[in-house]
């Protein structure tokens, strides 16, 4: 049984920067794709960034690339996302996701 956690959320100004992290356990996520979903309140869960673990293939929503960096540890089965200037807009609670598998989220309150 695989299992994912989100830490490294909270309380930011406009322009700040949070580092997030999503430990995996319980099974191999080493053939998967890795992604940081997002949800605010009242809206649908958004896609932010993934990335391919074993060869570090990335991909960001338009909204966040140039600011947000997707990045792992495969020795240490950690997910990173490495969020600068941010903005109001990104306040949500974030996700790890990786096959079938979610994590409990964090969340990130940005306040301008």
């Known amino acids: 049984q695989g299992q994912l956690a989100e830490s490294g959320g909270g309380l930011v100004q406009a322009g700040g920067s949070l580092r997030l992290s999503c430990a995996a356990s319980?099974?191999?996520?080493?053939?998967?794709?890795i992604r940081w979903f997002r949800q605010a309140p009242g809206k649908e869960r958004e896609f932010v960034a993934g990335?391919?673990?074993?060869?570090?293939?990335?991909s960001y929503a338009a909204s966040v690339k140039g600011r947000f960096t997707i990045s792992r540890d495969n020795a240490k089965t950690m997910v990173y996302l490495q969020m600068n200037s941010l903005k109001p807009e990104d306040t949500a609670v974030y996700y790890c996701?990786?096959?079938?598998?979610w994590g409990q989220g964090t969340q990130v309150t940005v306040s301008s």
């Open positions: 319980g099974r191999s996520f080493s053939s998967d794709v």
């Open positions: 990335i391919s673990w074993s060869a570090g293939f990335t």
């Open positions: 996701h990786a096959q079938n598998y």
